[in-house]
């Protein structure tokens, strides 16, 4: 199964994801995540692509597509794979349908997590996550049992430098021109499924569940 999450910075791909890779056991690839996991190590991609999330724009396609091409050719990765924040325009989305074509694979559905801006930028203003396993929490929505430390491995809890208001704005515009076409692009192969971002987490995650049952 090949799930694609969609939606606008804060509208919760990383939370439903973690919970429903887990639930279906299969496996999560968050590229911002591994972008920042990157970091640590200084690497050619890691410098690169640092230089682009700080302004709030795409990482360009030819490091992201190849990197992903990469991770979905490891074994943990034959039954199924949720996608969380890839592809984020039309040639990443065909390059992904041209490499799954060859292999006889293809996306099954793909989860559009719709909130609206507002309660977007109250998301991110109050996110925290954590430096060694990347789990996001919430100052209110969803904090950790201990201020700053990660309820799941123990890691320090920190915010993302591109959660500032003015990075905030310039990714959402990303979003909304390069990203969004993708929701026209789906809903014509028949294979969006649009689910209702707003309310409670456990809320939202059963309807996608059930979305995906359908
Ligand atoms: P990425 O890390 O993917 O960031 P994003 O798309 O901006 O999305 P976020 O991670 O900010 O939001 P989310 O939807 O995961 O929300 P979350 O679950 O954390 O990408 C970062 C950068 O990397 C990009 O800008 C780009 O530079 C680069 N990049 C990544 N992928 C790329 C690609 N394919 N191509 C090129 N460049 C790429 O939730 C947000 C907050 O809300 C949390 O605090 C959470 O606790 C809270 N929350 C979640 N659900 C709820 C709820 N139901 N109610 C209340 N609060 C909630
Ligand atoms: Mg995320
Ligand atoms: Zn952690």
Redesign the pocket.
């Known amino acids: 199964m090949y799930i694609i999450f969609l939606?606008a910075?804060?509208?919760?791909?990383?939370?439903?994801a973690a919970t429903v890779a887990r639930g279906l056991k299969l496996t999560h690839i968050?590229?911002?995540?591994i972008?920042?996991q990157a970091q640590g190590q200084k690497t050619e991609l890691a410098l690169k692509?640092k230089e682009?999330?700080e302004q709030?724009?795409?990482?360009p396609d030819e490091i992201?597509i190849q990197m992903v091409l990469e991770r979905i050719s490891q074994p943990d990765c034959e039954t199924g794979v949720i996608f969380?924040?890839?592809?984020?325009n039309l040639v990443?989305a065909k390059s992904l349908d041209k490499a799954f074509g060859q292999q006889g694979k293809a996306v099954d559905s793909v989860i559009y997590i719709k909130v609206p801006e507002e309660e977007l930028l109250e998301?991110?203003s109050?996110?925290w996550i954590c430096r060694k396993c990347q789990a996001?929490?919430?100052k209110v929505?969803?904090a950790p049992k201990v201020a700053g430390v990660c309820d799941r491995c123990g890691g320090e809890l920190y915010q993302r430098a591109?959660d500032n208001i003015e990075t905030i704005k310039n990714?959402l515009k990303?979003f909304s021109d390069e990203t969004a076409p993708l929701i026209d692009y789906y809903t014509q192969s028949g294979k969006l499924l649009e689910i209702d971002?707003?309310?409670?987490?456990d809320e939202?995650g059963n309807r996608i569940i059930s979305a995906l049952r359908k």
């Open positions: 939606g910075p804060g509208a919760g791909k990383g939370t439903q968050a590229t911002g995540d972008f920042r692509a682009y999330m709030g724009k795409l990482v992201t969380d924040g890839f592809p984020r990443q998301r991110l109050g996110r996001p929490y919430h929505n969803s591109d990714r990303v971002g707003e309310g409670d987490m939202v």
